[in-house]
């Protein structure tokens, strides 16, 4: 198959977002832009198309897809039942970072949500995600474009790596601004829980709705007879070819570790003003007390970090709070939870 890239320039042309459109109306498999990471995208109504896009990731069957709509509106044919408090984080954070799951209509097919009642929805804000979503005329199912287990894509380039012949287009639209999936949250449990933290923080969505559980998996390792909140908690996630390695500590200790590998095969993130320090190659995380930055990095770092083929990375352990709860989630896959103290 040969993969279509378009340009952000091209999509100016009507005539261009008209043929995305049919392309997904028409079962085809389509990468696009949004704010937290690049989706591959298809038709949410048709198993067919469905399916193709696991086929694309090489993702496993019983892990479900995202919903993406447009419209507020769009989301009743899609849910048995829309909560009050569904709606509350909707109008305070739609189209915004944030998925909700809640239970399923028919009208959801059976490879979406993979077997399960319940379905996880969300309203994109990038501007070319609407226009897309718009242009389709359908809800569009999408994980991130990555091969499965691999960092997220938040550049074209990055799906380009993965995606190439695999699937029909992939769609341009710059650097992803939050640089990490959305927060998912179900109501579908007794109450709501937090089961993937994003761009939207815990404190903002209990700020919205009262009480809100963080899942154990969020910071935990999986047990082995524990059964997941959520099926994506037992797979491999975001680890690239490197060994990663968190270092909790003082900059001194995490130098002298560092000096201790081979500088050639072993990398490190750390934060601005750091970088002196060591004799590896490193990477800047940002400034230390900006999660929202460290989200943007990561999975960039991440696949850069790969592409010069290092083989360790030791990543200087960032903040947990507000968003970098997002990055300590995804940097505890990534290192296989794989956390020392120097
Ligand atoms: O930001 C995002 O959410 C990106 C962009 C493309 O929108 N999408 C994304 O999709 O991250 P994916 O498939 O990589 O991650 C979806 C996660 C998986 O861990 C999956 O198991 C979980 O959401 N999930 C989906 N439907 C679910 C459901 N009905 N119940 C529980 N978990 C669900
Ligand atoms: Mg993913």
Same mark, same amino acid.
């Given at each position: 198959m040969i993969t279509e890239f378009i340009k952000t /320039?091209?999509? +100016?042309? /009507?005539e261009t977002l008209v043929r995305i459109g049919e392309t997904l109306r028409n079962d085809g498999i389509v990468a696009i832009p949004t704010e937290t990471v690049y989706g591959l995208a298809?038709? &949410?109504?048709s198993d067919e198309a469905v399916k193709k896009i696991f086929t694309a990731k090489g993702r496993p069957q019983d892990n479900p897809l995202i919903v993406h709509i447009g419209e507020l509106d769009e989301l009743y044919p899609l849910v048995s039942e829309v909560p009050e408090k569904a709606l509350m984080l909707a109008q305070k954070f739609?189209?915004?970072p944030l998925t909700i799951i809640l239970k399923k209509?028919? &009208?959801?097919?059976?490879s979406v949500s993979a077997g399960l009642d319940t379905v996880a929805v969300r309203m994109p804000s990038h501007p070319v995600a609407r226009a897309i979503i718009k242009a389709s005329g359908v809800p569009l199912a999408a994980p +991130? &474009?990555?091969? +499965?287990?691999?960092p997220s894509p938040t550049t074209a380039e990055h799906v380009l790596h993965d995606m190439n012949g695999r699937i029909d287009m992939i769609v341009d639209g710059g650097e992803s601004a939050v640089g990490v999936e959305s927060t998912v949250i179900t109501l579908c449990t007794e109450k709501p829980r937090l089961l993937r933290p994003g761009g939207i923080t815990l404190e903002q969505l209990r700020s919205v709705i009262g009480e809100v559980e963080l899942d154990n998996a969020v910071f935990n390792e999986l047990q082995k007879n524990e059964k997941p909140? +959520?099926?994506?908690?037992k797979y491999k996630h975001y680890s690239p070819d490197a060994d990663v390695l968190i270092v909790r500590g003082d900059l001194s200790g995490l130098v002298k570790l560092a000096e201790s590998c081979d500088k050639d095969r072993t990398a490190v993130f750390c934060f601005d003003g750091e970088e002196a320090s060591f004799p590896n190659k490193t990477y800047s995380l940002g400034d230390r007390n900006d999660p929202v930055e460290h989200a943007h990095r990561i999975f960039d770092l991440l696949r850069k970090a790969d592409e010069e083929n290092f083989t360790k990375i030791l990543v200087h352990c960032p903040p947990k709070d507000g968003v970098g709860m997002a990055v300590m989630n995804r940097l505890l896959r990534a290192a296989a939870f794989n956390v020392i103290e120097v």
């Open positions: /320039e091209d999509l +100016s042309r /009507e298809a038709n &949410a109504l739609w189209p915004g209509s028919d &009208a959801v097919c059976e +991130s &474009a990555n091969v +499965s287990g691999k909140s +959520s099926p994506g908690m």
